[in-house]
């Protein structure tokens, strides 16, 4: 449930944070400016993250419009920008070789030596570099539409391309010289053994025999009593029917130069990293890091965030599980709110910065009467508070049941200068403060209010993989083994208009993903929900 709060203090992000500053910069190409992503609308700055988002129609400020070549520039720059670091950038001469994974394959010839595979040449499986998804697919004809996300006053159509995912018919890694470790850091997600299993299946499809996982995060570069666990098909087979992490998880890390010595060391020339914002600008750092020193490195992320706040992707793994389960916990608000006399359901969900779980799980679950989520301000005192709301509630349906999720309403609480050791700042329970400010409003008014307060959190991170989850996760992972034996480092794999597709990291992890408070689904959410504007 990681965010990227810590952005500002922590040093694998150093050097992304001069480049990928909001508002306009300068083309690698030329001098003139050029805008990068803003959060959607209505924008606060709270504590490094953006909670909330401001005006589309300032996304490209940087945009000379009245230039005929605008757009040409644009794509050019958008090219650049998502263009996928690769081994040959820092070793042009190294060979290309055939691929090793091929579905056509018979039994290995030599079981003794991977990589030997009786297979069909002309097998058209394979996805060529050029391939591209379309990362926008609606065309907005105004900037008032809901949702749009528009590119110039008049919301012009700019064609976005980002690479396909998948196997290529050439590799860079013979793999019986591949040593490849996988990593799971930040907190427990639904889905991790899932896409341990799946990177460790396709590596041995590949022909690699030499797959190791690091324990509990990046901690395990460092702490000498922490050992390399050897993995194979026969170890992962089963481990996608329990929840948590085979490999166990960490927050906080050493340094990047500790760890990439320990991959030196230990011979890893495939790493990859399961996480979400920060464990994926560590994997970033890690990446340019081996650049610096020569190493024929692949450093490949895969997105884990149960939050679904990584930009650019449909979802993140975990995220319809989590929602999935969270429909027990409002039931069960919803239970024993109706079953007392004026009872009200209080459930608190997962959501730093971004409100997806809440909502979806809202929308969902047809029983929620207050969806609460960080992106959009509200009171709780006051004729048009929350409060007021739910007396409305009792006296015209007798109970009531709010979701909230956890980065809500935090601008209430008293502030506090924790972090977490990921250097997340530590937020106050704004669950117990609607459940105590709820009873005490009744309690002043003469009404009596049965409060009842649930927080499913970690039930729901220790869960498995639901079957949506299982698939998405079981792509990822072999999306993973398929980009770094393709060449590519520096890069993570996810879900772009239910295509699969990769991405540079720097590009994704800039901010959390937002609701968007004027989107369709928010709209859709208060729709179920009937609330009003509690601001």
């Not at 129609?57 to 419009?65: E, K, L, R, T, V």
């Not at 794999?493 to 540079?504: D, E, I, Q, R, S």
Request: with cysteine; charged share 20%.
């Amino acid at each position: 449930m990681g965010s990227i709060s810590h952005v500002i203090t922590n040093p694998y992000l150093s050097h992304l944070t001069l480049k990928r500053s909001f508002g306009p910069r300068l083309s690698r190409s030329s001098s003139r400016l050029l805008p990068l992503p803003l959060p959607p609308a209505g924008a606060a700055k709270r504590g490094g993250v953006f909670a909330v988002v401001s005006s589309p129609s300032n996304s490209y400020a940087g945009i000379d419009f009245s230039d005929p070549d605008w757009k040409s520039k644009f794509q050019e720059d958008w090219e650049a920008r998502f263009r996928l670091p690769h081994l040959t950038d820092i070793f042009p001469d190294a060979p290309p070789i055939p691929s090793t994974f091929c579905l056509k394959m018979r039994t290995p010839i030599d079981r003794d030596f991977p990589g030997h595979y009786s297979y069909d040449e002309e097998w058209h499986g394979y996805i060529n570099n050029n391939d591209r998804v379309l990362l926008k697919t609606i065309y907005y004809s105004s900037p008032t539409s809901a949702g749009a996300e528009c590119i110039g006053p008049d919301c012009t159509w700019v064609e976005q391309w980002v690479h396909r995912a998948g196997p290529r018919e050439k590799i860079y890694y013979k793999p019986e010289e591949v040593k490849a470790a996988i990593v799971t850091c930040g907190g427990l997600c639904p889905g991790l053994n899932d896409v341990i299993r799946q990177i460790v299946i396709t590596l041995e499809i590949y022909g690699v025999k030499n797959i190791v996982g690091i324990p509990f995060g990046y901690r395990g570069f460092s702490d000498k009593e922490l050992t390399e666990v050897l993995l194979s098909r026969k170890v992962v087979q089963n481990i996608h029917l329990s929840g948590g992490s085979l490999l166990g998880v960490s927050r906080g890390a050493p340094g990047v130069s500790d760890i990439v010595d320990s991959l030196e060391e230990r011979g890893i020339n495939m790493l990859f990293v399961l996480g979400g914002n920060g464990t994926h600008a560590g994997a970033n750092a890690i990446h340019h890091e081996c650049r610096k020193r020569r190493m024929k490195v692949s450093v490949i992320g895969v997105p884990k965030t149960i939050d679904n706040d990584i930009l650019l992707m449909d979802k993140t793994f975990g995220f319809d599980t989590a929602v999935e389960e969270a429909q027990r916990a409002i039931n069960s608000a919803y239970i024993e709110a109706h079953s007392a006399y004026h009872g009200i359901g209080v459930v608190k969900l997962m959501g730093r910065s971004s409100g997806f779980i809440a909502m979806h799980a809202s929308l969902s679950s047809g029983q929620v009467d207050i969806c609460l989520i960080p992106e959009v301000a509200f009171n709780l005192h006051g004729p048009h508070g929350v409060l007021s709301h739910l007396k409305y509630l009792l006296e015209t349906k007798g109970s009531a049941v709010i979701c909230v999720a956890e980065g809500a309403g935090q601008n209430l609480l008293q502030k506090t200068n924790a972090t977490d050791a990921s250097g997340n700042i530590v937020f106050g329970d704004i669950g117990v403060y609607i459940q105590q400010e709820t009873k005490k409003y009744f309690k002043e008014i003469g009404v009596h209010a049965d409060v009842k307060y649930i927080d499913p959190t970690y039930m729901i991170r220790a869960i498995r993989a639901n079957a949506s989850d299982g698939i998405l996760c079981t792509v990822l992972g072999q999306n993973a083994v398929h980009g770094a034996f393709a060449g590519y480092s520096g890069i993570t794999v996810g879900l772009c208009n239910t295509h699969y597709a990769y991405f540079p990291i720097p590009e994704v992890i800039s901010h959390p993903r937002l609701v968007d408070p004027n989107s369709r689904m928010w709209h859709r959410c208060l729709t179920s929900t009937g609330q009003p504007d509690f601001d």
